[in-house]
């Protein structure tokens, strides 16, 4: 059999992690990924990686090898108070802050298995862009696939995004999209969003008193 051509090969070489995905300019969500996944890696330019699994992979092997931070969110807060949460509000509060600060972009989302933690922030992510349930449900079933969990659907649906602050310095996507939507809905002109507020300035999706209760919810237990 005939060796490939240099070019084939180089381009065989890279290869992305199983669960690789773009979430929005500068922010990128995988699973842990492996030494075959380094050389795609490396041309993200990364500038942080947000690991939100508590346990430890040969992910630091890689980091080691650059300047990317390597930031450990799953270490921090990632056990529940309340027992049906599959994560702590505390680890998407602090994930979402971290990843709307463009100070640390590009960065990429990850956990073990690119589908449980990463998810629900991405899920998270879209509750404070105003996506709709049932488009925020559609792309976590897309990613997750035969892993989806019931659970994890209904802790995006319930979390509350009073708890997060928005940065000082904010991506200009989210910006403009946060803006679009306010002079929609108010028909204002002056549509930028200022860093430091809460969230819910723009549009309060679920009420800090909202108790869990799953004959509310309004996603349907169909898997």
């Known amino acids: 059999m005939a060796a490939s051509a240099p070019g084939v090969r180089d381009a065989l070489a890279v290869e992305p ?43 630091k092997e890689f980091v080691d090898q650059t300047s990317i931070r390597f930031c450990h969110q799953g270490l921090k807060s990632w056990r529940p108070d309340v027992t049906w949460k599959p994560v702590s509000d505390d680890l998407v509060k602090d994930s979402l802050e971290f990843i709307l600060n463009e100070d640390n972009h590009p960065v990429m989302i990850m956990c073990s298995s690119g589908v449980h933690e990463t998810g629900i922030l991405v899920g998270c992510l879209r509750r404070l862009q105003f996506w709709n349930m ?71 999706l679920v009420s800090a008193s909202v108790v869990y209760d799953p004959k509310l919810s309004i996603i349907a237990d169909d898997d």
Do not use: M
Request: hydrophobic share 40%; charged share 25%.
């Open 17 to 59: 992690p199983a669960a690789f995905g773009i979430v929005e300019d500068g922010i990128y969500r995988s699973n842990a990924f492996s030494a075959d996944n380094f050389a795609f890696v490396k041309r993200l330019q990364l500038r942080s990686i947000l690991y939100l699994s508590s346990e430890l992979t040969r992910l």
């Open 134 to 204: 049932a488009s925020i449900i559609d792309e976590h079933r897309r990613y997750a696939g035969a892993k989806s969990r019931f659970v994890n659907e209904q802790f995006i649906e319930f979390f509350d995004v009073d708890l997060v602050t928005l940065p000082p310095r904010l991506p200009s996507w989210f910006v403009d999209h946060i803006g679009y939507f306010k002079s929609v809905r108010t028909g204002e002109q002056d549509d930028r969003c200022s860093s430091g507020q809460r969230a819910s300035t723009y549009g309060q």
